[in-house]
């Protein structure tokens, strides 16, 4: 108490009635001590069930002024730190099975005749069979449906006008390796908003290259996940595995089930080691896990890839096609 207050000191507590002295229990007994009287606030309920009662009004409070303080509903920490996305982001809509989309969208007889003609002439140039070069021309990435069938027409016209010298195919990425974060490609975020619809962007990428095949130009793509390859790869003429996932065996065994030529592009690195690699793992017959056209997960043979081959994309110091 401080200096010089005047507190009523409360008078002291009487001492319990004398009782008889403990005796040591007999051999037997419980040797439990007397059992101590309730306080007041004890009667009718444990101290366990205070607490409980205690905990469940404080919990009711601090919901209570979250509530009027904030004015809203506070959002997931691991939504904003990790995703950069609002907690409210709405689930994924369900996929459609490979063939479910084929029946929908499906490939012409004469455009199925156009992409296995396309990949002989890929093989042959490959092989040293023809002489020309095998161009894969095209934007980074397709963002823009509109924009991707314009550009497909005109490369068709410099493409007929160069066929002498050059066997021209159309790069039509659907799918973007990301080395951190950044936008996935057309197949997973269609619309560029962060909102990620796989189902419109998987139909609106078949499309496209129906589009791009019906304009009388073969499709090029690289295939970054293998659930998505049943998807599309009937309307592609020549596929190429990235430098982020060249040395992933799963993409090497999806090499050696698809059905045309194969670039394996070094990695970020430069060194050509890991592609070389790659094109003899994929060349080989082998098992893959799978899904099927009906989606379901099943072991498929894998006949291998005998057009596999090394595609020099430079590395972290520059163009290393001089190796």
Same mark, same amino acid.
């Given at each position: ?146 924009? =991707?069938?314009?550009? #497909?027409? @005109? %490369? $068709? ?7 002498? &010298?050059?066997?021209?195919?159309? *790069? ?117 896990? =799978?899904?099927?056209? #009906?989606? @379901? %997960? $099943? ?7 005998? &057009?596999?081959?090394?595609?020099? *994309? ?10």
């Amino acid at each position: 108490q401080a200096s010089g207050s005047t507190s009523a000191l409360r008078p002291p507590v009487a001492p319990p009635p004398m009782s008889a002295p403990m005796v040591p229990p007999a051999p037997g007994a419980t040797g439990r001590p007397p059992p101590r009287r309730r306080g007041p606030w004890r009667r009718g309920g444990s101290l366990l069930a205070f607490v409980a009662a205690a905990s469940l009004l404080a919990a009711v409070a601090l919901l209570a002024g979250l509530g009027a303080g904030a004015g809203r509903q506070p959002q997931l920490a691991l939504a904003e730190a990790n995703l950069g996305e609002s907690a409210e982001r709405p689930l994924p809509s369900a996929l459609p099975t490979p063939d479910a989309l084929r029946t929908r969208l499906p490939t012409p007889h004469r455009l199925k005749r156009f992409v296995e003609e396309s990949r002989a002439q890929a093989s042959a140039v490959l092989r040293g069979e023809d002489d020309r070069l095998l161009a894969i021309v095209g934007p980074c990435s397709i963002h823009d449906p509109t924009a =991707a069938r314009e550009y #497909a027409h @005109r %490369l $068709r016209d410099v493409a007929d006008a160069l066929r002498s &010298d050059l066997l021209v195919f159309m *790069r039509v990425y659907l799918e973007k390796p990301r080395t951190s974060v950044g936008w996935k490609g057309l197949v997973s975020d269609p619309e560029l908003s962060g909102r990620e619809d796989m189902a419109k962007g998987i139909e609106l990428g078949r499309r496209i290259m129906l589009d791009v095949n019906a304009a009388k130009l073969p499709v090029a793509t690289e295939f970054l996940d293998p659930l998505v390859a049943p998807f599309f790869e009937d309307l592609v003429a020549y596929g190429s595995i990235g430098a982020r996932t060249v040395e992933s065996p799963t993409h090497r065994a999806l090499a050696a089930a698809l059905p045309m030529p194969i670039g394996f592009k070094n990695p970020r690195s430069g060194d050509l080691q890991g592609a070389a690699n790659a094109a003899v793992a994929a060349a080989a017959p082998q098992r893959r896990l =799978a899904s099927d056209g #009906a989606g @379901r %997960l $099943r072991v498929a043979e894998a006949p291998g890839n005998a &057009d596999g081959h090394i595609v020099l *994309r430079g590395g972290e110091d520059g163009p290393n096609f001089h190796n």
